[in-house]
């Protein structure tokens, strides 16, 4: 079945400085790659999402690219705030419609 | 409109006992997920609803854990026996159709603490 790795398990950036988190999948047949945001005590809110026949895709400050040949897939923050602060999840579908998670990056934007 | 809610928030339970978390999703979602997260970890797929039938149940851990949607609206997660190592959030997703072409949409999960 599918497996997400993700890292770093925690990064910290300067408030204004960009931060990415990267991703690899194992599951060649995984067409689409959500990422989610979960502050604390709350529920996971989708933020982007990529699907297989893109490689890049962008939303404002954040943008997310995808390399299919090498299975990764990154998220990219700029010109980060304090309200970015969050753990954020990187996921993929495993072929058969479920979605497998990342186990997460803690983001900490320093003032 | 409403959102996925689900009941109740927070439960506690003495080992051995059995639970059940209901998940009330969007009005008119088809897709239902219900995920396990532990802490410090990312939500764990358990099992996935098309309508009333049970599409994908490869994620429950064992068969103390059974789910049920009976009419296609409403889902219920069913622990039997529980253990502590049961304890973390329990989450629901809903969306119009599979999650691979639709949002998902959380609920705010059940913290079931297993004592």
């Known amino acids: 079945g599918e497996n997400v790795e993700q890292h770093p398990s925690t990064l910290s950036v300067q408030e204004g400085d960009s931060a990415v988190i990267k991703c690899t999948y194992s599951?060649?047949?995984?067409?689409?790659f959500p990422w989610y945001k979960q502050e604390l005590g709350k529920r996971p809110q989708l933020i982007i999402d990529i699907r297989s026949n893109v490689g890049e895709k962008k939303d404002q400050r954040i943008a997310v690219t995808l390399n299919k040949t090498a299975k990764h897939f990154s998220l990219h923050i700029t010109e980060t705030q304090p309200e970015d602060s969050a753990v954020y999840f990187c996921a993929a579908t495993d072929g058969d419609d479920k979605i497998i998670f990342g186990k997460g990056t803690r983001l900490h934007i320093l003032p | 409109g409403a959102g996925v809610s689900q009941t109740p928030s927070n439960k506690v339970t003495e080992k051995g006992k059995y639970v059940e978390l209901r998940c009330d999703p969007i009005s008119g979602h088809t897709a239902l997920y219900w995920y396990r997260q532990s802490l410090g970890q990312g939500p764990e797929f358990l099992i996935y609803?098309?309508?009333?039938?049970?599409?994908?149940d490869s994620g429950l851990p064992n068969d103390r854990f059974f789910a049920v949607r009976p009419e296609g609206s409403v889902s219920t997660l069913k622990i039997q026996r529980t253990e502590r190592g049961d304890s973390a959030v329990y989450l629901c997703a809903s969306s119009l159709g599979t999650a691979t072409t639709y949002e998902q949409y959380f609920g705010p999960g059940t913290r079931l603490t297993v004592t």
């Open positions: 599951d060649s047949a995984s067409n689409y």
């Open positions: 609803f098309q309508g009333t039938g049970a599409a994908d």
